[in-house]
Every structure is written in C-alpha cells, then in structure tokens.
C-alpha cells in the first residue's frame, strides 16, 4: 500500500516539475515511479513500509520552497555588479544514518541553488558541502538540520 502512496507522490513531482498535468504524463510519471522504486528496492524494504507520506509531501514542499529561494537568492547574487560572494566548503554532522536518507539529504541539497554535496565521510558521520556564498556556515548548518535533514527524518522514521 505504502509503495502506491509513494508512487503516487514520484507520479505528482514529475508532473510539477514537467509542467503538465496530461493523463499521458501522469501514466509517464507513475512508469517512471514505479521504475525508480523498483531499481531501489534493495534499499527500500525497511523503509518504505515506515514511510510517512504527509511527512513525504511536507519535505517535497519544503524542497520547492527552497528550491525557489535559492533561486532568487542566486540570482540576485550574480546580478549585483560587485559580488561579494565567499564560495567555500563547510562540514555538516549527520544525525541521519541510514544510506537511503544520507543520500536523499545529499541530493536535495545539490539540487537546491548555490549548494552541493561534495562527500560523505567514511563513518558517515560527516557530510561535506560547498556553498557558493559560505559567510555564516553555523547558519548554513542550522538551515540544513531544520530544514531537510528534519523533514527526512520525520518522513522515515526508525
């Protein structure tokens, strides 16, 4: 049942981010859901019957949220004619431990403007993130905790 839910969310994000709401689309969107599950399957047993999915949907909104943010927030860096931008790389302690979630928190935050996971050290505990402006990395690190690594946690719990 759980697998559906979570099908169905994959299909809804497709369809959000292609833009279309065809029938047509939505079949794509579940096909390729139903794909992306099954080639994760190894991973996912545990979990997904452990899955929240109004948690699941509140991280999704929460990702757009950011992920439009950070758009604006990029954008208007790069259009100032003096950027003042402190690129850098800053060490984030995971609270996360499970390889499906430290790979899912890595990847919304590469998918989120201005930032990307560079490596997870190798006890896991440690994931490494290049911001393109790192001035306050004690903000960056509250941001990412609240944030993502929250939602993540609530949406999957143990």
Do not use: C, D, Y
């Given at each position: 049942?759980?697998?559906?839910?979570?099908?169905?969310?994959?299909?809804?994000?497709?369809?959000?981010?292609?833009?279309?709401?065809?029938?047509?689309?939505?079949?794509?969107?579940?096909?390729?859901?139903?794909?992306?599950?099954?080639?994760?399957?190894?991973?996912?047993?545990?979990?997904?019957?452990?899955?929240?999915?109004?948690?699941?949907?509140?991280?999704?909104?929460?990702?757009f949220k950011e992920l439009s943010l950070s758009a604006i927030k990029v954008a208007i860096m790069v259009l100032r004619p003096n950027m003042r931008l402190r690129p850098g790389i800053f060490a984030f302690p995971l609270t996360l431990t499970r390889d499906f979630e430290i790979t899912l928190l890595a990847n919304l935050i590469t998918l989120t403007p201005g930032t990307l996971s560079v490596d997870v050290s190798e006890d896991r505990k440690t994931l490494y993130v290049h911001a393109l402006d790192c001035h306050d990395p004690a903000a960056e690190r509250r941001a990412i905790s609240s944030g993502f690594e929250r939602r993540i946690r609530e949406a999957f719990p143990t």
């Open positions: 049942m759980t697998f559906i839910v979570v099908n169905l969310i994959l299909t809804l994000i497709w369809a959000v981010v292609t833009g279309s709401f065809s029938i047509h689309n939505l079949l794509l969107g579940f096909a390729m859901g139903a794909l992306s599950l099954w080639l994760v399957r190894e991973q996912l047993p545990a979990t997904l019957h452990r899955v929240r999915p109004l948690k699941l949907l509140l991280l999704a909104v929460l990702f």
